[in-house]
């Protein structure tokens, strides 16, 4: 069973008197040197459809960190500090593109990975400035990334 609980009202205590505990449906506590009041947490049952769309963002967001763990080496040397959100806006668009018949199970596999070409590890220093002829990449049918240059004469 998953729950949401979320806190409506928050404020600090000021003055001489002072609470700790539960009145009514507040809660009084202390934040390190603050006092604090808040009202108590409320909580209530998901939908089915918030399920399913949190278990895909779940996956949208596990997915995007496979692919910056298995680009670690060239994130480390190469990345700027907003990849992290850049990419999964970029896999999250993927997953939009897979059929809502699949909400709950969507995989990478059954969108349009045709929307990571083009992506960049780092937008200011863009990877194409730093290779001598473009690369292409494919998913294999074992699932394995293909990354491929163009045959040149050298």
Same mark, same amino acid.
């Given at each position: 069973?998953?729950?949401?609980?979320?806190?409506?009202?928050?404020?600090?205590?000021?003055?001489?008197?002072?609470?700790?505990?539960?009145?009514?449906?507040?809660?009084?506590?202390?934040?390190?040197?603050t006092k604090v009041v808040?009202?108590?947490?409320?909580?209530?049952?998901?939908?089915?459809?918030?399920?399913?769309?949190?278990?895909?963002?779940?996956?949208?967001?596990?997915?995007?960190?496979?692919?910056?763990?298995?680009?670690?080496?060239?994130?480390?040397?190469?990345?700027?500090?907003?990849?992290? $959100?850049?990419?999964?806006? +970029?896999?999250? @668009?993927?997953?939009?593109?897979? &059929?809502k018949a699949l909400a709950?199970?969507?995989? =990478?596999?059954?969108? $349009?990975?045709?929307?990571? +070409?083009?992506? @960049?590890?780092?937008?200011?220093? &863009?990877?194409?400035?730093?290779?001598?002829?473009? =690369?292409?990449?494919?998913?294999?049918?074992?699932?394995?990334?293909?990354?491929?240059?163009?045959?040149?004469?050298?």
């Open positions: 069973m998953l729950t949401l609980i979320y806190s409506i009202i928050m404020a600090t205590l000021n003055g001489m008197i002072s609470f700790s505990g539960k009145l009514g449906d507040l809660v009084f506590y202390n934040r390190g040197k808040r009202q108590q947490v409320k909580s209530y049952q998901l939908s089915e459809n918030s399920k399913k769309s949190g278990r895909d963002f779940g996956e949208a967001s596990r997915t995007a960190a496979y692919i910056r763990a298995a680009f670690s080496p060239l994130i480390k040397r190469y990345a700027d500090g907003d990849l992290v $959100n850049r990419l999964n806006k +970029r896999v999250m @668009e993927i997953f939009k593109s897979i &059929p709950g199970n969507k995989k =990478l596999i059954h969108g $349009n990975i045709g929307q990571l +070409r083009g992506f @960049e590890f780092n937008v200011v220093g &863009p990877l194409s400035k730093l290779l001598f002829q473009p =690369l292409d990449a494919k998913i294999q049918s074992h699932g394995i990334l293909e990354l491929e240059f163009s045959k040149t004469k050298l």
